[in-house]
């Protein structure tokens, strides 16, 4: 079993940055873990990854530039630094685990990821 909790978002206003952060606990380790967002009324969409095994990320290509994904391993914590933000950032945040290596789903698809935090919700104004 994992255990996610994110925190750090809020509210700010555009142009502004926010970090969340996703601190793991139980079994910590995973193949990928990831940032989603699902803002209301829409799907919840990929935002950022990464691979443990050689710190590769990934971006969607709205956030590419913008956001970044890191981790701290002795802390058991994966953050999303988020600069320029923008009204169109403003969403719930997910953090997910992937323990499984499910090689059938890539790494931009919720269904590869098995295990969720509850989400931290980021509200940009303009």
């Known amino acids: 079993q994992v255990q996610l909790v994110e925190s750090g978002g809020g509210l700010v206003q555009a142009g502004g940055s926010l970090r969340l952060s996703c601190a793991a606990s139980?079994?910590?380790?995973?193949?990928?873990t990831a940032w989603f967002r699902q803002a209301p009324g829409k799907e919840r969409e990929f935002v950022a990854a990464l691979r443990y095994s050689n710190s590769n990320t990934w971006y969607a290509d709205s956030v590419k530039g913008r956001f970044t994904i890191d981790r701290d391993n002795a802390k058991n914590t994966v953050y999303l630094q988020m600069n320029s933000l923008e009204p169109e950032d403003t969403a719930v945040y997910y953090c997910?685990?992937?323990?499984?290596?499910?090689?059938?789903?890539?790494?931009?698809?919720?269904?590869?990821?098995?295990?969720w935090g509850q989400g931290t919700q980021v509200t940009v104004s303009s």
């Open positions: 997910a685990a992937d323990t499984r290596n499910d090689y059938s789903r890539p790494y931009y698809n919720t269904g590869r990821y098995d295990y």
């Open positions: 139980g079994r910590t380790f995973s193949i990928y």
